[in-house]
C-alpha cells in the first residue's frame, strides 16, 4: 500500500506526458499537409508564427519521459481501449497506411468522446475516415478541419478554453468537438440517417450518400473486428 501511494502518481505523470508527447508528434508528423496552410499566414515569418502558435512549448527537458517510460506509457493507454476499438485500429492503420502510434491518441479521444455523447465509437472512427482519410491537417475549400471536417466559424464556442490558435488541428480537440456537433446533429435531426446527412452538410440529398457512406465505412469495420476476432480465437 505505501509503495502503491508513490507509484501510482508517478504512473499518471508518465501516461500524461506520454500522451503529450505522441498528440505532438501525431501533429508534427502531418507538418507536409501544414504546408498547404501557408497562404493563411503573411510571408515566410508569419508562417514560422503560426507554427509557433500551434505547437507551443510543449515538454520540458525536466518533464521528457525516458524511452523505458514511452513504452510503459504507450502500453497503459492501449490499454485503455476496448477489444474492438483496438482491432479497429489496427485495421485503419493497415488499410490507410497510418502509424498505430499515431491513431492510439485518436481512437482514445473517439472512445471517450463518444462515449460521453451516447455514440458508438466506430460512428465516430467511420465518419473520420469519410471526412478526412485520417489526416489531422485536411482542409475542404470551404473551411471545414482536421480529422472530423469541423467547421471553425460555427463550432468555436465549443473549443476548451485551453484551446490553442490553431485548434480544430489539434487531432484530440477536433474529435472531441466533432463527437459533440455529430451528437448534436443526430438529436436536432430526429435520427442517425438525417444526423449525418446534415453533418455532412447534404441535408438536402435525397439519396442520403454521405449517411449511406458512413454506415458503410462502419460496418466495414465491424466486420474487420469479427474477422480479427476469429483469427485470435
Known amino acids: 500500500m505505501f509503495a502503491s501511494q508513490f507509484l501510482f502518481p508517478a504512473v499518471q505523470r508518465v501516461v500524461a506526458a506520454v ?19 501557408a497562404g493563411s499566414f503573411q510571408g515566410q515569418a508569419g508562417f514560422l508564427q503560426g507554427l509557433q502558435a500551434m505547437f507551443p512549448a510543449g515538454v520540458s527537458a525536466s518533464e521528457t519521459p525516458t524511452a523505458e517510460a514511452v513504452q510503459v506509457g504507450a502500453q497503459i493507454e492501449t490499454g485503455r481501449l476496448v477489444p474492438s476499438m483496438l482491432k479497429a485500429l489496427n485495421d485503419v492503420a493497415r488499410r490507410y497506411r497510418v502509424s498505430r502510434e499515431a491513431l492510439l491518441p485518436i481512437f482514445l479521444a473517439a472512445q471517450d468522446s463518444a462515449r460521453e455523447q451516447g455514440l458508438d465509437p466506430l460512428l465516430v472512427v467511420a465518419v473520420i475516415g469519410v471526412e478526412s482519410g485520417f489526416n489531422p491537417f485536411s482542409q475542404s475549400v470551404v473551411g471545414a478541419q482536421g480529422l472530423m471536417q469541423v467547421m471553425p466559424r460555427f463550432h468555436s464556442d465549443k473549443l476548451p478554453q485551453d484551446a490553442g490558435e490553431l485548434p480544430f488541428f489539434d ?44 454506415l458503410s465505412e462502419r460496418r466495414r469495420l465491424e466486420a474487420a473486428i469479427r474477422q480479427g476476432t476469429r483469427q485470435t480465437a
Open 171 to 214: 487531432p484530440v480537440t477536433n474529435v472531441q468537438v466533432g463527437t459533440r456537433v455529430l451528437r448534436e446533429s443526430i438529436a436536432r435531426n430526429g435520427g442517425l440517417i438525417p444526423g449525418l446527412q446534415q453533418f455532412g452538410g447534404a441535408i438536402d440529398d435525397p439519396a442520403q450518400r454521405y449517411a449511406s457512406k458512413v
Open 19 to 37: 500522451s503529450h508527447v505522441v498528440r505532438k508528434f501525431l501533429m508534427l508528423a502531418g507538418l507536409v499537409f501544414v504546408l498547404g496552410l
